[in-house]
């Protein structure tokens, strides 16, 4: 166990390390400078902006100084608000993605195994087929279009949910549930194939003849095991809502992380999109690795590789 | 009751050699899964809205007078009407024309940067799954620790530091978009690779080129092929979303990606400016998505009847 940690931890800073490096090189080899504007800036002013934040250093004080920082969690200041600092963005956009993030996969959650459940159940019905074509129109729909159309039909034209705006439970109904759509379809698709498998195994005969109610065969002998692929999945489902969430923010003016990003990268404010960008991969890496780890808690027939007792 | 009466019956005879002869053509393996692939409805509905949409990508464009790129500023944000079927934008231009202008740059992306990461991900997990000990075990980690990084992210800062284009896109998805299609083909060589014809293969003399292109990959060529088509609508995917955080394509060039974009900001008066666009993402997407159900479905074994 403790090697298979030691061994993921350090693929883990591997990656991180290759995503900062890459982060940095890109941003030195992106057009512009970051004070480029509208205005011609006199040279004293610029030679001064550049020895402020440490650009007239050679780069690989620079690379090895911005290492340092993300090792001590800064991020350093952002470029185009002169006096913020890309932590402070972090710190007041991260919270409020964060709620949002999971209402959204609760609802995926709960409503994708439940789909997924009942098409199992009634495999081959029109309850099934019904299933699965909302499913399918679900990975079909991206989220973008997904929130115009529920702010366009329940905000607009019904009135029932707000436009947009964050702070109370109903504005954030419909960023919930438009983030949440195209995982919903994942994992009830996933549910119903693995809710099929388990259904056609001996152990569930088994407790059909012992007597057992449908109700607890299903939720006590069929869902504990087929829900194995739906935690598997966790891992990536976070970094869909995390990416989703650019965009939604964005469509219903919530002030979270994702809206941020997006601004900085119109406005093309390189640290910030630097700081963002490795912040969001620590999230995603380690929450990728609670997932296996978790796996190997739910289930202790997945024996973790490299250890020798298992999980 | 009639009686029947043993005359009435003949015996035809029944020659050992006749009941031996195989009176159904033999079937070829994919013609098998072709056959299967026809019998669902679905997939068959997915394949025949792909040849429409792309039919339509190239025919569209000639049954109206305008192009994709001309204003008409007499005429900006005029309803779907018989003069133009889908309306027009802010600047008055044909949608019709721009969805169908806009269906090509969009499939090109889709289908090129699926293309891209099939041939680097065959290669790669090819050569993995084929040399197996120390090549594979760099090459899968190399693909491991590319993996951890979060796609879309890296395809983002990509877009920021190449500059906007249809190439930049292109290359941006590809750089990890090959993992997936790389992982599968090595698993596929690796339980194929011990096969008793891939031995007799290489006694023959076969060099590795050869077992890799005339016996690994045509065999792994089923899962190669719903991995592709899954491939493509995620692709179509990331340019629209791409677009919508405005790192797409830049005007006059149009794909639904940035239509879509247009058409979110002039919702609230103009909605068919979005629908139209909206529309066609999905339907894309869509059909895909169920070719590559169908194809794996038909491909599967245990479902064979």
Known sequence: ?311 | MQEISKDKFEIVGNSSIESEKISKASLSFWKDVFTRFKKNKLAVFGLVLLILLIAMAFVGPLLTPYNYYENDLTKTNQPPSAEHYFGTDELGRDMFERIWYGAKISLFIGIAAAFIDLVIGVIWGGIAGYKGGKTDEVMMRIADVLYGIPYLLLVILLMVVLGQGIWTMILAMSITGWINMARMVRGQVLSLKSQEYILASRTLGASVSRIMGKHLIPNAMGPILVTLTLTVPNAIFTEAFLSYLGLGLTPPLASWGTMANDGIGAMQYYPWRLFFPAMFICLTIFAFNVIGDGIRDALDPRLRK
Do not use: C
């Not at chain 1, 439940?114 to 679900?138: F, P, S």
């Not at chain 1, 059909?208 to 069929?222: C, Q």
């Not at chain 1, 997945?302 to 999980?311: D, E, F, T």
């Open chain 1, 1 to 311: 166990m403790i090697k298979y940690l030691t061994k993921r931890l350090l693929f883990m800073a591997l990656s991180l390390w290759l995503i900062i490096t890459a982060t940095f090189f890109f941003m030195r080899m992106a057009p512009g400078n970051p004070f480029t504007s509208e205005k011609k800036m006199p040279a004293a002013i610029e030679a001064n902006l550049n020895a402020h934040y440490g650009l007239d250093q050679p780069w690989y004080v620079q690379y090895g100084e911005y290492l340092l920082r993300v090792v001590q969690w800064d991020f350093g200041p952002s470029f185009k608000y002169k006096s913020q600092t890309v932590n402070q963005l972090i710190n007041e956009g991260f919270p409020v993605s964060f709620v949002l993030g999971l209402e959204a996969i609760f609802i995926a959650l709960a409503i994708g195994v439940t789909l997924g459940v009942i098409a199992a159940l009634r495999h081959n019905k029109w309850q099934d087929y019904l299933a699965m074509i909302v499913a399918v129109l679900g990975i079909s729909v991206p989220s973008f279009i997904m929130a115009a159309f529920l702010q366009y039909i329940f905000a607009m034209k019904l009135g029932i949910f707000p436009v947009a705006r964050w702070g109370t439970f109903m504005q954030s109904v419909l960023p919930a549930v438009a983030l949440a759509a195209g995982p919903t379809a994942f994992i009830a698709r996933l549910t119903r194939s693995s809710m099929l498998e388990v259904l056609s195994n001996d152990y569930i005969k088994t407790a059909k003849a012992k007597g057992i109610s449908g109700f607890n065969i299903t939720v006590k002998h069929a869902i504990r095991n087929a829900i194995l692929p739906v935690v598997s999945y966790m891992g990536p489902l976070s970094a869909g809502i995390v990416t989703g969430s650019f965009v939604i923010e964005k469509i219903f003016g919530i002030p979270g992380l994702g809206s941020q990003f997006v601004k900085s990268i119109n406005n093309r404010d390189y640290t910030a999109i630097m700081g963002v960008t490795v912040f969001y991969s620590i999230i995603l890496l380690v929450s990728v690795l609670l997932v296996d780890l978790l796996y190997g808690l739910i289930d202790p027939r997945i024996k973790l590789s490299g250890g020798k007792k298992g999980a």
